[in-house]
């Protein structure tokens, strides 16, 4: 199980944190690749995540003279520029696994995987990215999310409010549903948090370790995304036992069942009704909060996702 064979040397870089603090959670060390002063890619163990005592920070610097048993990469940047100007020759050649955390952005069913290689493994987080991206030769792999919250963080849903969390939702526009939250935010009272909420007139940035208690005490929470991964927060609202209303669209349509956990479609009208009968009868709420909750634990436990990774990489190592 989770502690057979070798512990490994797993060198990757800091691209989502909430993802990788997960992801740490299997029984490895984990070398994450720093720059002067943190930028975006090689933030190392910064924010306020709880990181354990198998995540080490390494300089990009000294990355050729250390030796590993993986290569984790995560972003396109990496692989492209890091594995050719930051390995070592010998480290190019070492197993190697490449984690895809988004669908295709720019052809939604043709585009081709710039990772195009057989020798490496292509891990998506959803089935859907799977399905949709064209990996060529590349082998490829799902892993579904696994989280935890905080203990005793359960929902009460007493704000006859919904939450809505999404980071950068202004900038990201369109694809993220900013402009469906802006319509429904009319209609049904919604509360946005996230990095630069205040754009749109919301709340902020909520910490970490502090969102799923903030977010229990509203009604529902809302998924305005059309094109995306299946988001953490969405799994971590379930978690808690939060109702979800969110568009059917992406890897969510196989995850929220209406009238047993929440309730999904793609007429932004029929959400409304949805949320504002949510609004009216909090034991409803309650009822699909506890299914939704159900469902996380059954789907998005984080043990079965550390012992997928576990798996992972003692084969690719082997």
Request: some cysteine; charged content about 25%.
């Given at each position: 199980?989770?502690?057979?064979?070798?512990?490994?040397?797993?060198?990757?870089?800091?691209?989502?944190?909430?993802?990788?603090?997960?992801?740490?959670?299997?029984?490895?060390?984990?070398?994450?690749?720093?720059?002067p002063?943190?930028?975006?890619?090689?933030?190392?163990k910064t924010?306020?995540?709880?990181?354990?005592?198998?995540?080490?920070?390494?300089?990009?610097?000294?990355?050729?003279?250390?030796?590993?048993?993986?290569?984790?990469?995560?972003?396109?940047?990496?692989?492209?520029?890091?594995?050719?100007?930051?390995?070592?020759?010998?480290?190019?050649?070492?197993?190697?696994?490449?984690?895809?955390?988004?669908?295709?952005?720019?052809?939604?069913?043709?585009?081709?995987?710039?990772?195009?290689?057989?020798?490496?493994?292509?891990?998506?987080?959803?089935?859907?990215?799977?399905?949709?991206?064209?990996?060529?030769?590349?082998?490829?792999?799902?892993i579904?999310?696994?989280?935890?919250?905080?203990?005793?963080?359960?929902?009460?849903?007493?704000?006859?409010?919904g939450?809505?969390?999404?980071?950068?939702?202004?900038?990201?526009?369109?694809?993220?549903?900013?402009?469906?939250?802006?319509?429904?935010?009319?209609?049904?009272?919604?509360?946005?948090?996230?990095?630069?909420?205040?754009?749109?007139?919301?709340?902020?940035?909520?910490?970490?370790?502090?969102?799923?208690a903030?977010?229990?005490?509203?009604?529902?929470?809302?998924?305005?995304?059309?094109w995306?991964?299946?988001?953490?927060?969405?799994?971590?609202?379930?978690?808690i036992?939060?109702?979800?209303?969110?568009?059917?669209?992406?890897?969510?349509?196989?995850?929220?069942?209406?009238?047993?956990?929440?309730?999904?479609?793609?007429?932004?009208?029929?959400?409304?009704?949805?949320m504002?009968?949510?609004?009216?009868?909090?034991?409803?709420?309650?009822?699909l909060?506890?299914?939704?909750?159900?469902?996380?634990?059954?789907?998005f436990?984080?043990?079965?996702?550390?012992?997928?990774?576990?798996?992972?990489?003692?084969?690719?190592?082997?």
């Amino acid at each position: 199980m989770l502690h057979s064979l070798r512990r490994l040397r797993v060198l990757t870089w800091h691209v989502h944190g909430n993802y990788l603090y997960y992801l740490t959670q299997t029984p490895h060390d984990f070398y994450l690749v720093t720059k002067p002063g943190n930028p975006p890619g090689y933030a190392g163990k910064t924010g306020v995540l709880p990181w354990g005592d198998n995540v080490h920070e390494i300089a990009v610097d000294d990355v050729p003279d250390q030796e590993f048993d993986v290569i984790l990469y995560q972003h396109k940047d990496h692989w492209e520029h890091d594995r050719k100007h930051v390995l070592s020759a010998a480290q190019r050649r070492l197993p190697r696994v490449y984690i895809e955390h988004d669908p295709p952005q720019d052809n939604p069913f043709q585009q081709w995987h710039w990772v195009d290689d057989p020798d490496t493994l292509l891990v998506h987080v959803t089935h859907f990215n799977q399905l949709m991206w064209d990996c060529g030769v590349t082998p490829t792999r799902v892993i579904e999310h696994g989280v935890f919250v905080p203990a005793g963080v359960r929902y009460s849903g007493e704000l006859e409010r919904g939450i809505v969390v999404v980071n950068h939702l202004a900038q990201r526009g369109r694809r993220l549903g900013a402009d469906v939250f802006s319509e429904i935010r009319t209609r049904v009272p919604l509360d946005l948090v996230g990095m630069e909420a205040e754009r749109l007139g919301g709340i902020g940035e909520i910490g970490n370790l502090d969102l799923a208690a903030f977010s229990a005490r509203y009604r529902f929470f809302f998924n305005p995304i059309r094109w995306t991964s299946l988001g953490l927060a969405v799994v971590e609202a379930m978690t808690i036992g939060m109702p979800i209303v969110g568009l059917a669209t992406t890897e969510l349509a196989t995850v929220i069942r209406n009238g047993e956990n929440g309730f999904i479609h793609t007429d932004v009208n029929v959400l409304v009704e949805a949320m504002r009968a949510l609004l009216r009868d909090p034991g409803e709420a309650r009822r699909l909060g506890e299914g939704a909750r159900r469902t996380a634990l059954e789907r998005f436990h984080i043990d079965r996702f550390a012992q997928d990774w576990h798996d992972t990489l003692q084969h690719v190592a082997a």
